[in-house]
């Protein structure tokens, strides 16, 4: 009798074995899958983040670009509001009888599309060295540069990130202008002196910048643009000496009737 106990015994444990070990093997099977699931929706999460901050990176500098060149247009046609200025290839779409010399080395276009490219990638550089490595190491917990939270922060950044750009032209410019051949390291040399003065003439960027309120309301692009040119405008006609007559190239002075110096 004692045999038939323990065996009705042991096989009532099998059945209750059986009955939970597919329920056991479900549950793990839907853990395991629940696990790699979310696995795959952080990695989807993570590369739709790196793709949104790549687009509204590449947005933000293609929105820089655009506002320098702008920008740099506008204070051309301050310094020299009645005088014909030699923009290379672009010079017949003024309609106004403007012969070209050179399409690109020397002319005004070489200069409103290279400084201001250059002006992008420099601020770009410099804005993301402050906030990652500068301002940490400096003890600055703002969560941006500006001239409200980090003043002499802001002009040291603007002082910096546009010398380096502005050099940055003159050095390309006099190593690929075929024009310079025998005399690149004297135009290089002959820059380095206005591009210093120049550049200390940016003080007065925060009072433009608040002047026209950049950043808030409508068509802030427009007056951030306005307010960036009047920035340029003393670089131009104090630091480099680019104002009315003066700072013309000789194809510009034969543009205007002026005897070639």
């Known amino acids: 009798m004692a045999w038939v106990i323990a065996a009705s015994g042991a096989l009532r444990r099998l059945a209750?074995?059986?009955?939970?070990?597919p329920k056991r093997v479900q549950a793990t099977v839907h853990n395991r899958f629940r696990f790699k699931s979310s696995e795959r929706d952080v990695q989807g999460s993570e590369a739709t983040d790196a793709a949104s901050?790549?687009?509204?990176?590449f947005g933000n500098a293609w929105r820089t670009f655009l506002m320098y060149v702008g920008a740099n247009g506008l204070s051309n046609a301050m310094v020299h509001p009645f005088q014909k200025l030699d923009y290379g290839a672009l010079s017949p779409l003024f309609m106004d009888g403007r012969s070209v010399e050179n399409l690109w080395w020397g002319t005004r276009l070489e200069h409103l599309l290279v400084v201001p490219a250059l002006l992008t990638m420099s601020g770009g550089v410099t804005d993301a060295f402050w906030k990652r490595i500068g301002m940490p190491l400096l003890g600055i917990h703002a969560k941006t540069?500006?001239?409200?939270?980090?003043?002499?922060?802001?002009?040291?950044?603007?002082?910096?990130?546009?010398f380096c750009a502005v050099w940055l032209f003159f050095f390309q410019h006099s190593r690929l202008n075929p024009d310079l051949e025998g005399g690149r390291c004297e135009f290089l040399s002959s820059k380095l002196k206005p591009l210093a003065?120049?550049?200390?003439?940016q003080w007065h960027a925060p009072l433009?910048?608040?002047?026209?309120?950049?950043?808030?309301?409508?068509?802030s692009f427009l007056r951030e643009t306005v307010a960036i040119a009047f920035v340029f405008l003393p670089v131009k006609a104090l630091g480099f000496g680019d104002f009315m007559e003066n700072g013309l190239s000789?194809?510009?002075?034969?543009?205007?009737?002026?005897?070639?110096?």
């Open 16 to 21: 209750r074995a059986t009955e939970t070990t």
């Open 53 to 57: 901050t790549w687009t509204r990176t």
């Open 145 to 162: 540069m500006s001239f409200a939270t980090t003043p002499n922060l802001y002009l040291v950044n603007l002082y910096a990130f546009t």
């Open 197 to 201: 003065t120049g550049m200390g003439l």
């Open 208 to 219: 433009m910048i608040e002047l026209f309120r950049v950043g808030k309301g409508r068509l």
């Open 250 to 261: 000789p194809h510009e002075r034969k543009l205007n009737g002026l005897e070639t110096l």
